[in-house]
C-alpha cells in the first residue's frame, strides 16, 4: 500500500523490469526469417522510391519538351476584360456540311477514356453530344493527352480542332457522323471530381433490365433527382422535356394569335377564391388575407364583356387538394383560351379542334429530336392523331 500510494517509486521500478526478462529469446530460425523480411521491404521501399523518381523525372523531361505547351490548361476566372472576336459553334450544328473546317466548342465533359497515347472525350452541349479526340502527334504531347484524360465530368471547356468524318458511326453521341480532332483544350470553369450522381445513370431505361460490362446498371431514385436537381436538369432526356413543353406552348400561342385572339395576363393573387368546388391556398397580405388564383376564367369573361372577343391566357394555377398519392397537381401551367360565338358553341369547337391538330403536327415535325431521345429513356407507341381534323362525337339529345 505504501508503495501504492507513493505512485512513481512503484511505477518505475515496474517500468525497470526488462521485457527480455518475461519472452523468450527468438530461434535462430525466425531471426531469420525476420531478417529476410526486413530486406525484403527495404528492397520494395527502394525500389518504389526509384520508380517514383523516374515518374519525376520523365514527367518533368516531358514537360521541358511539351511541344503542346500553351495548347491546354485552366484559363483564369472571367472578368469580362476582353472580347477576342473568336467564334464559338453549336454542338448542334456539327454536321458533315463542316467536315474539314476548324471549329471552336463549349462544352461540358461528358465521358473521358484515355489511353497511353489517346484520349476519347465525349463533350455535351444541352441536348446534344459529340466525341473528341486527342492523340499524339506532331503538335499534340502525351502531357495534354494526359490532361484531357484526367479532366472532371461535368466541366466545361473549351476545345478547338478539325471536324473530320467519323470512320463509323458514333451510336453514343448525337452528331453520329463526325468527330472533332482536338488541338486545343482550355477548362474554363471546373468541377468536383466525386458528384451526387452519374448523368448516364440519370438517363438510363429501366426497361430491358440494362446490364453494364462491371455489373447491374445503376439508376437515379428520384430523391436524390430532387436533391440534386440543377445536375438533374443536365440529362439531354430533361433537356429535351423543357423543349417540348416551350414547343407546346409556342404552338399554342402561334396558332391562337393566327386566329386574331389577344394574350392577357391575368392576377394570381385575388382577395376571394375564384372558382367554387375547389380548394384555395390563403397567404398573408399585408395586415389582411389574400389567396392564389385556382383559374383565370373570371378574368377571361370579363375581357370578352368588354369586347376583346378572343383571349388566351398561360400562367400558373393553384389548387390547394389534399391528396394520398404521390402524385398530386398542387400548382401547374394552364394554358386557356376564351371566345365569344356567332350562332353555335361548335364554332369554339371547330377553332379548338384546329388548335390541336396545329400543336400535334408542329410536335411531330419541329420536335422530332427531343420525342425521339425523351422516348429512350421512356419508350412509348408514336402518339397518333386525325389530320385535317380531330373526330367529333355527338350526342342527341333523348
Not at 3 to 14: A, E, F, L, T, V
Not at 41 to 54: H, L, S, V
Not at 202 to 220: C, I, K, N, W
Not at 372 to 387: G, I, N, S
Request: glycine share 6%.
Amino acid at each position: 500500500l505504501n508503495q501504492y500510494h507513493r505512485g512513481s517509486g512503484y511505477i518505475s521500478k515496474m517500468a525497470d523490469a526488462s521485457p527480455s526478462q518475461d519472452t523468450e529469446p527468438l530461434s535462430k530460425k525466425a531471426l531469420k526469417k525476420q531478417q529476410k523480411e526486413e530486406e525484403k521491404a527495404k528492397r520494395k521501399a527502394e525500389a518504389a522510391a526509384k520508380a517514383e523518381a523516374a515518374a519525376r523525372e520523365q514527367k518533368a523531361a516531358e514537360e521541358a519538351g511539351d511541344i503542346s505547351k500553351g495548347m491546354y490548361g485552366v484559363l483564369p476566372t472571367v472578368q469580362s476584360t476582353e472580347r477576342t472576336g473568336r467564334v464559338w459553334t453549336a454542338i448542334g450544328q456539327l454536321t458533315s456540311a463542316l467536315v474539314g473546317q476548324r471549329v471552336l466548342v463549349r462544352a461540358r465533359v461528358h465521358t473521358t477514356r484515355a489511353t497511353a497515347k489517346q484520349c476519347f472525350i465525349l463533350l455535351r452541349q444541352q441536348h446534344f453530344t459529340v466525341q473528341g479526340i486527342v492523340y499524339v502527334s506532331d503538335v499534340v504531347s502525351k502531357p495534354m493527352v494526359r490532361f484531357t484524360g484526367n479532366l472532371n465530368r461535368e466541366a466545361i471547356i473549351d476545345a478547338e480542332g478539325e471536324l473530320k468524318a467519323s470512320p463509323e458511326k458514333v451510336t453514343s453521341s448525337t452528331q453520329e457522323d463526325v468527330e472533332l480532332h482536338i488541338d486545343r483544350l482550355f477548362v474554363v470553369s471546373d468541377s468536383l471530381p466525386k458528384l451526387p450522381l452519374q448523368l448516364d445513370d440519370a438517363t438510363r431505361s429501366r426497361v430491358g433490365g440494362e446490364q453494364e460490362e462491371s455489373g447491374p446498371a445503376g439508376f437515379v431514385n428520384q430523391d436524390v433527382r430532387l436533391d440534386n436537381r440543377i445536375i438533374d436538369l443536365r440529362t439531354v432526356t430533361n433537356q429535351a422535356i423543357f423543349r417540348l413543353q416551350a414547343g407546346v406552348c409556342r404552338l399554342f400561342r402561334e396558332y391562337l394569335m393566327s386566329e386574331g385572339f389577344v394574350e392577357i395576363h391575368t392576377p394570381k393573387i385575388i382577395s376571394a377564391a375564384s372558382e367554387g368546388g375547389a380548394n384555395v391556398f390563403e397567404v398573408s397580405y399585408f395586415k389582411g388575407s389574400a389567396y392564389l388564383a385556382q383559374s383565370p376564367q373570371l378574368y377571361k369573361q370579363m375581357a370578352l364583356a368588354a369586347d376583346f372577343e378572343k383571349v388566351f391566357t398561360i400562367g400558373a394555377v393553384f389548387r390547394a387538394e389534399d391528396s394520398n398519392t404521390h402524385r398530386h397537381l398542387t400548382e401547374f401551367v394552364g394554358v386557356d383560351a376564351e371566345m365569344t360565338f356567332k350562332e353555335h358553341y361548335h364554332e369554339v369547337l371547330d377553332v379548338l379542334d384546329k388548335m390541336f391538330v396545329h400543336i400535334f403536327k408542329g410536335l411531330r415535325d419541329q420536335y422530332a429530336t427531343e420525342i425521339a431521345t425523351v422516348r429512350k429513356q421512356y419508350p412509348a407507341e408514336p402518339f397518333k392523331f386525325l389530320e385535317p381534323r380531330c373526330l367529333y362525337v355527338v350526342v342527341k339529345d333523348g
